[in-house]
């Protein structure tokens, strides 16, 4: 399920990242793998995210018991 936290999450991680999003940034047009990267990062934590946020309570609840 898709929060508005992780949404939040998702947009201080875009924003951490200039490279990504910024016109001026010398990466910005030179590094296309590198923008490809940081996407594919930015989106392997916003899935663990997802997965604890999903997941977490429902472990500790089965782990208690």
Do not use: C
């Amino acid at each position: 399920m898709w929060s508005l936290d992780i949404e939040k999450k998702m947009l201080e991680l875009v924003r951490e990242k200039e490279h990504i999003w910024d016109l001026r940034n010398e990466l910005y047009r030179k590094k296309t793998n590198l923008r490809k990267s940081s996407f594919d990062e930015i989106a392997a934590t916003l899935q663990d995210l997802s997965f604890n946020a999903r997941s977490g309570p429902a472990l500790k609840n089965r782990i208690n018991k």
